[in-house]
Structures are given as structure tokens and as C-alpha cells.
């Protein structure tokens, strides 16, 4: 049997997601529709003899997160528990700690996946391939191929063209290694805990020395457990015949930034169209004008006149007036859009109001249509103190009267604007 | 009574509306801006009307040809080979402007204000002397030239440009009457009448100022265009309340030509002056704008303080603001978002332009 883990990391996670990661655990946060986890746990009951999917973070039981549960529980039939951390462990950290909880029952192996990633999850591949491996002990990473500038954002890895044996692995270079990176989606057996054992006793040892001399530890006793993959576990396997990298072409990105769950909705919505058509709007007599792909929660209320899409989630309860325009945006659940107003490249929050034919518009940070391996930039709000154009996003509760336009903005939570803005973040 | 026009210059901070059209022919609330000018003059019993330009411009000339017949007055073009200034054209007409000893009027082209031709005859047959001008009041005199005068009287004692400390608040509206002994002051040169030729009249106490009563603005650019047009509008409101429409959808004062038509669900005005034949579809709002001729704006867009050249065509969902000026036969892509834009004639539109900028 297998399993799966989804490192969902905590509330000081996700900073570059804010103002939307106030409301909502970053995890659960919709992308085309559904929250971002669902997409992984949906590829994880496709896999044949998955028999538990194991959530790991170090977000307080919160009430989001449980309903969560209970409803992907119910809807993929498959037991899915959260395993909290005492404190932020890292990648590897968590795992370890947990270790007996996952292995429990026996896999043969386990997946872990990062959670802020979008993807086809070509998780039955990556099986596939570590059995033609033939050693049953090896250690599977799912790699894809980046431009060489924005490969230092990433995990690099250099493989054995042959083999596919990860022979080099360094996290986030600051020069060129290679244009294979890390998805942060991992096949392992139980044997990875050796490895991240042996790095946890060493540290352990060091810790323990450091004490002796009479050295203050900076981060405390605790800090032996924290262990991250990427640095600590796969530089020191790789080479060692343990390690390989399994090469997907599909469809992968980081949702690092707020415009990035953007990008990440456009590639899960062109991936309904195989494999959901049933959660894309089709165009009929009654309904609104649906341009391209669109997810319309069954509860919204959309006007007849209103022309949407492509690339739109429009949640629960929204309502949308006569005349209204939406392209390349994510409106959250209880939102309104009255008559004529346009929104562009947003993200507008939780029950958030637009007045009659105001403008609410954003810079879209999509990656360069003509290099096929170019990512999506997650960069900071700001470069050389000003505020980079980025989509706009309006946090949950605000609320922007009738005719003004909002461009390029980010409103923090229950604001209520008078006026046009562009370029500024409201606090 | 005869009236001379200064028409002259090339109208270029009115472009680039004045790239198609002659300034004088521009539409000013539904009408040539000339057309105003003439038809207060036919009113005030002015029957032949020079117009000195320093361009010729057949569209001009058959125009004139036109209003000729229509008000039933003579309109003659004195054509000056060089520019000649504000005083020069003056001196290019004597002939046709001694051809009575009446006093006649010299009007800048683009003033617009209630014209108070009947007035000012009186006013300047009562004093007597060589000229008189009409002046109006601002709130930043020392943004313009001022004119000191008596206030009983109104004899001018001095000009004074952009003054520093305030000394009047009463500028030159750009409208004269001159008894035909002014031309012995003015040679066949380019001259200005209000820097080389007032200054001395005034030393002559042979000059005087009437105040305008009313709104007045020089609509030589496009913010004051708009500026003039709202000011034009509400004195429609005043007296031709009729010719202003009104209706379900139509907020503050709103000039449409019967010809437009005008979609479901918009809100038009306050401000608003709508032309011929032009198309508003459904949905859309507009404020303080001015829709040239022939103009399309489609569904649901939003236009605040803009002019829409002639046979243009705004797409859907498009915010338009900030004195954004569309030249003739412009096309704004839908969805777009254009802030203090300045559109070359005949040019499409397909990228937003967030600050204001020239689109050529
Ligand atoms: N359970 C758990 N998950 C974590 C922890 N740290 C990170 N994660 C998760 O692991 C994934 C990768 O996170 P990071 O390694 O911080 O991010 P990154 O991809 O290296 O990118 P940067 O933020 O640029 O460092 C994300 O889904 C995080 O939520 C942790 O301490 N505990
Ligand atoms: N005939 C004639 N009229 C002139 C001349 N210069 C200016 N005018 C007119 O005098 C009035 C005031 O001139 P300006 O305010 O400079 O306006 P303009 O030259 O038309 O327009 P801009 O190019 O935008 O400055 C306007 O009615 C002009 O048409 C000239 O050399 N000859
Ligand atoms: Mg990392």
C-alpha cells in the first residue's frame, strides 16, 4: 500500500500571500475553484492502493482546516488526518517527526508533496519509473526544466543523462548549475528516515557538543529536529545511487505570490477540460457569455449580460450584475460585482463589494509566452522601493464605491475605499 | 454693422481635433465654434463678417459659403501670406472695413461666453472714444494679462501682464469694437493688438473696458474646452431649458442631437454634449465629456472628462478619463483603460495607457 504527505507549513509561511493568507490557511485557498490542496489529494486517490493521505504543518487546529477534512474525506472516500508539528521542523523535520504515524500499516512507500505547487502530478509515472529501476529502494524526485536565470530560484539538479541518477543537488544556486529543478514532489520508501536520522543524530551530537563548550545554542533544543530535504537530505545523497530525478513536461508552477494562484487557475482550468468538464461553465441561452475556461460555483448568482473569462473562479455566493466584465481573476466566495464594473487580473476578496462601473485592475506577472521553460516570478512587492505592477487584490470586506478605478493595488482586509488608487498598497 | 475674426493660427493646443478640422469648425456644444460667434453677431445686427486667416483651408472657405445663404450675411476671407498677429489682419482688411464709417467688432475665434454685441455697441457709442474692449473676471489674475480701468467709467488706465501683487482681476475677454480711425494706429506688419496697440490707445484715454456679465472661457485647449462646454451647458439650462434633454438616465444638463441614439441602462451627464448620429450603447455612463459626430461607444463603458473625435469607436468596458482627447476616426480596443490620452487621428488603440501620454 501506499501513502501521501502534503507539507502544508504554518502561518508564518506564505508571507508573500498576504493579504489572503490572513483569512484563509494559504493551503486552502481556491485555485480553479477548489482549494490548492484538493488538486493534490485528488492525484493522490487516482493512484492505485493509496490508502491514506497524511497532512503535515504547524497551523493550530483551525476551523477551516477541519471542515477541509471532513468534506475531502467524505468526497474522496479516503481516510486524510493533520498531523501538527510543536513548531516549524522544515521539510524533512516534520516528516521525520511523524515518522511512526506514517509508517504505520506498512507502505512500501510514500509521496510527499510540497503544498504551494500546482501541477498534472504525474504520480503513477513517477511509480512507474522507480520500479523500472529496479531497486526498490530508490528515492524518486519529480524534475522539470527552467530557463537558466530563473533556475536559481529553484532547487538545481544534475543527473546522469542515462540513468536519470541524481548525481548534484544544490538548493537556489547563485550561479548556474542546471536547468533541471526541483517540483517539490517526492516518491520515497521508509528508508528515507534512515537518512534523515543519521542527519538528525549528527545535528543532535553538534547540538549537544556546542552545549558542553558552553555555547549558546541560538535557536534552542528543539532546533536538532529541523531539518530541511533540500539542503540537508538530497546534497547528501545525490551521488550516492539513491537519489533520481523523474523528468515531467506537463503542466508545473510555484504559488508563491498572490498572481501566481492566478497562473495556477489558468493551468488546472485547461486541465478541467480533459479531465472536469463538469466544473467548467458552458455557454447556454440563459447563462452569461463564458469566454474560454471558467469555474462558476453552482451558488453564485451571475447576470445574463455578464461576459466572463477566460481564466475566472467565481465562488460561492458571489453575485455578479448586469454588464459586468471578468478576465483573469479569482472571486472569492460572498463577493459582489454590481452592474458594469470590469475586473481584470484580480483577486477579489471574500465578500468585497465593487460599485456600479468602477474598474478594479491588475498587471498580470505571467511568464514569457515565447520561452517554453520560463516560470512564473514571485518576486517581492517592492524593487528599488516601489511597488512592482502586480494584479490587484483586494483583501476580504472591502468595499469600492461606483466609478472609481483601482489599478495595480493591494487593500488590506475591511477597507472602505472613496476614491481611485493605483500603484499603492491600503493599509 | 461688420465684424472681423481672427481665425489665424493653427489651433495647435487643440490638437489633435484641429489635425482634421479647422479650429473655427470644430463643434462647441453641437455647433461650429464660428457658428456661435456668428449667429451673436447676425443677432446684434452685423451683416458682413471678415474672417482673417492665415491659412487657407477649403473646408473653411465652403463652409462660409454655406452659413453665407443660411444667416443670409456677407462672409469674406482676407488672407494673410504671413501671420500677422492679433493687429496686422486688421490693417489687410481697411478696404472692406472702410467701407463704412461704423464702428465694427474684432473677436478672438475661440471665446465663448453669452456675446453681448448689443451691449457693447451701446457701451461704446456712449463714451464715445476709439475702442472699446470687453473684460471679464478671473479668480488667478496673475495667471493672464489684467486690465486696470475707472470703475465708474471704464477708461482703461494700464495693462499689466502677469501681475505679482494684485491690481485687478479683470482680464481681456478677447471681444472689441473700434471706430474705423483705429486703422491710422495699426500698420501692415505683424503686430499685436493687445501688446503694441492697447497700451497706446489706453495713454490716448481713446480706450474702454465693459464688463461681461456671465460665464466666459477661452476654449483654445481641451480642459478648457470641457471647461467651457460646462459653463455653456448650464447657461442653456437657464435659458433654453428645452433644448437640454432630460429624461430617466440623463443627470444635470445634457445636450444630445436628435440624430444619437442612446442604449438601455446608461447614465448620462452631468455635462455631457452628444453629436450627430452618434451611438451610446447600453450600459454606459458618461460625464463631462464631449462625443463628436459619427461616434460609437460601446456597452458599458465609463467616460469621464473626455472629447471623442469624429467617426470613432470606443470599445467595451473602456475607462476613458483625465481629459483624454480622441482625434478623428480613432478605435479604443475593449477593455482598456486610457488616463489623460492624446490620439493621433485614425490610429487603433490596443494596449492601456495608464498616465497621460501623446498616442501617434
Ligand atoms: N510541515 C511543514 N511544512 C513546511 C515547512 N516549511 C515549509 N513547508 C512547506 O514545504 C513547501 C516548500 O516550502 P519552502 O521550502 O519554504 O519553500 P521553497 O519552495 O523552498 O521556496 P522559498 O519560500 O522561496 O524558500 C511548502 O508547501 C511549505 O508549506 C515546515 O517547517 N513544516
Ligand atoms: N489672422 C490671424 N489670426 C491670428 C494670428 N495669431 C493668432 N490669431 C488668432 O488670434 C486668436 C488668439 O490666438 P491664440 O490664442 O494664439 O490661438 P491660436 O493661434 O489659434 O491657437 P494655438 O496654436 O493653440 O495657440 C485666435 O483666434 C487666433 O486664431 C495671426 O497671425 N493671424
Ligand atoms: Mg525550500
Known sequence: MLKAVILIGGPQKGTRFRPLSFEVPKPLFPVAGVPMIQHHIEACTKVPSMKEIVLVGFYQPNEALSRFLVSAQQEFKIPIRYLQEYAALGTGGGIYHFRDQILSGSPEAFFVLNADVCSEFPLPEMLAFQQQRGDPHSFVMLGTTANRKQSLNYGCIVANMETCEVLHYVEKPSTFVSEIINCGIYLFTPAIFQHIGEVFQRTQQELLLGACLGEESPNGWQRAEVIRLEQDIFTALAGRGKLYVYKTDGFWSQIKSAGSAIYASRLYLSQYSQCHPERLAPNSPEGPTIRGNVYLHPTASIDRSAVLGPNVSIGKGVMVGAGVRVRESIILHGASLQDHTCVLNSIVGWDSTIGRWARVEGTPSDPNPNDPYAKIDSETLFRDGRLTPSITILGCNVTIPAEVVILNSIVLPHKELSRSFKNQIIL | ?360
Not at chain 2, 77 to 85: A, M, N, R
Not at chain 2, 145 to 169: L, W, Y
Not at chain 2, 171 to 180: D, E, K, L, V
Request: charged share 20%; glycine share 8%; aromatic share 6%.
Open chain 2, 1 to 360: 454693422m461688420k465684424a472681423l475674426i481672427l481665425v489665424g493660427g493653427y489651433g495647435t493646443r487643440l490638437r489633435p481635433l484641429t489635425l482634421s478640422t479647422p479650429k473655427p469648425l470644430v463643434e462647441f456644444c453641437n455647433k461650429p465654434i464660428l457658428l456661435h460667434q456668428l449667429e451673436a453677431l447676425r443677432q446684434a445686427g452685423v451683416d458682413h463678417v471678415i474672417l482673417a486667416v492665415s491659412y487657407m483651408s477649403e473646408v473653411l472657405e465652403g463652409a462660409m459659403r454655406t452659413q453665407e445663404q443660411r444667416l443670409g450675411i456677407r462672409i469674406s476671407l482676407s488672407h494673410e501670406k504671413e501671420p500677422l498677429g492679433t493687429a496686422g489682419p486688421l490693417a489687410l482688411a481697411r478696404e472692406l472695413l472702410t467701407e463704412s464709417s461704423e464702428p465694427f467688432f474684432v473677436l478672438n475665434s475661440d471665446v465663448i461666453c453669452d456675446f453681448p454685441f448689443t451691449d457693447l455697441v451701446r457701451f461704446h457709442k456712449h463714451h464715445g472714444k476709439e475702442g472699446s474692449i470687453v473684460v471679464t473676471k478671473v479668480e488667478e489674475p496673475s495667471k493672464y494679462g489684467v486690465v486696470v480701468c475707472e470703475a465708474e467709467t471704464g477708461r482703461i488706465h494700464r495693462f499689466v501682464e502677469k501681475p505679482q501683487v494684485f491690481v485687478s482681476n479683470k482680464i481681456n475677454a478677447g471681444m472689441y469694437i473700434f471706430n474705423p480711425s483705429l486703422l491710422h494706429r495699426i500698420q501692415l506688419r505683424p503686430t499685436s493688438i493687445e501688446k503694441e496697440i492697447f497700451p497706446v490707445m489706453a495713454q490716448d484715454a481713446e480706450l474702454y473696458a465693459m464688463e461681461l456679465q456671465g460665464f466666459w472661457m477661452d476654449i483654445g485647449q481641451p480642459k478648457d474646452f470641457l471647461t467651457g462646454m460646462c459653463m455653456f451647458l448650464q447657461s442653456l439650462r437657464v435659458q433654453h431649458p428645452e433644448r437640454l434633454h432630460a429624461g430617466p438616465g440623463f443627470v444635470g444638463n445634457v445636450l444630445v442631437d436628435p440624430s444619437a441614439q442612446i442604449g438601455e441602462n446608461c447614465t448620462i451627464g452631468p455635462n455631457v454634449t452628444i453629436g450627430a448620429g452618434v451611438v451610446v450603447e447600453d450600459g454606459v455612463r458618461i460625464k463631462r465629456c464631449t462625443i463628436l459626430k459619427g461616434s460609437r461607444i460601446r456597452s458599458h463603458s465609463w467616460l469621464e472628462s473626455c472629447i471623442v473625435g469624429w467617426l470613432s469607436s470606443v470599445g467595451q468596458w473602456v475607462r476613458m478619463e483625465n481629459v483624454t482627447v480622441l482625434g478623428e476616426d480613432v478605435i479604443v480596443n475593449d477593455e482598456l483603460y486610457l488616463n489623460g490620452a492624446n490620439v493621433l487621428p485614425h490610429k487603433s488603440i490596443a494596449e492601456s495607457v495608464p498616465e497621460p501620454r501623446i498616442i501617434m
